[in-house]
């Protein structure tokens, strides 16, 4: 068994089938667009940087958030950052990320980062998806890459479902 490709193509099926073709069209007033008051999206300075709101903990419950919110998560703090630090430079950190101010940026952003983290867990053989993740993932630290891989899956997916709903929600509120 193949599981590599099994994790991957599960993703890619997630990807191509599912989430890449809803986020077709997506509009800047539905990236920014706000259900409820309070909350957490991507706020533009007067200098145009973007921000990502949230704090040290978690509030409880935690706050809705937009798609903005939603797509800037998975891009950097599933699929960048992860890349970055297991399989590149590290130099891709919170610090150094450019948050997308536009709908359209922010799905060539999230298209690319998943394209770098797909590229770079097709590489793996055996041995690299049993080796440790290390410290940079935390309490995962001694858990193999495999298990990494599966977690990446469970967040794109989960956040990706959100990310549909939310746009149906918007479009269903102004049909």
Same mark, same amino acid.
């Given at each position: 068994m193949m599981?590599? @490709?099994?994790? *991957? %193509?599960?993703?890619d099926l997630y990807w191509d089938l599912h989430l890449a073709p809803?986020?077709?069209?997506?509009?800047?007033?539905?990236?920014?667009?706000e259900p409820v008051r309070d909350c957490w999206s991507v706020r533009i300075g007067g200098d145009g940087?973007? $921000?990502?709101?949230?704090?040290?903990?978690?509030? %409880?419950?935690?706050?809705?958030?937009? /798609? &903005?919110?939603?797509?800037?998560? *998975?891009?950097?703090?599933v699929l960048g950052f992860r890349t970055s630090t297991?399989?590149?430079?590290?130099?891709? $950190? &919170? =610090?150094? @990320?450019?948050l997308p101010v536009t709908a359209d940026e922010a799905v060539a952003t999230l298209e690319r980062h998943y394209r770098g983290?797909?590229?770079? #867990?097709? +590489?793996? %053989? +055996?041995? =690299?998806?049993?080796? @440790? /993740?290390g410290a940079a993932e935390g309490p995962w630290s001694k858990r193999?890459? @495999?298990t990494l891989m599966?977690? *990446?899956?469970?967040? #794109?997916?989960?956040?990706?479902?959100e990310i549909c709903l939310l746009r149906d929600l918007h479009?269903?509120?102004?049909?």
């Open positions: 599981w590599r @490709a099994e994790v *991957v %193509d599960q993703l809803r986020l077709a069209g997506l509009t800047d007033e539905e990236y920014f667009w940087h973007a $921000t990502l709101d949230g704090s040290p903990s978690a509030p %409880d419950p935690p706050p809705v958030t937009t /798609i &903005a919110w939603r797509m800037a998560h *998975v891009a950097f703090h297991h399989f590149g430079d590290g130099s891709l $950190t &919170a =610090a150094t @990320a450019r983290w797909r590229e770079a #867990v097709v +590489g793996l %053989d +055996g041995a =690299a998806l049993a080796r @440790a /993740i193999p890459m @495999a599966l977690h *990446v899956n469970r967040e #794109v997916m989960h956040h990706g479902a479009r269903a509120r102004f049909a």
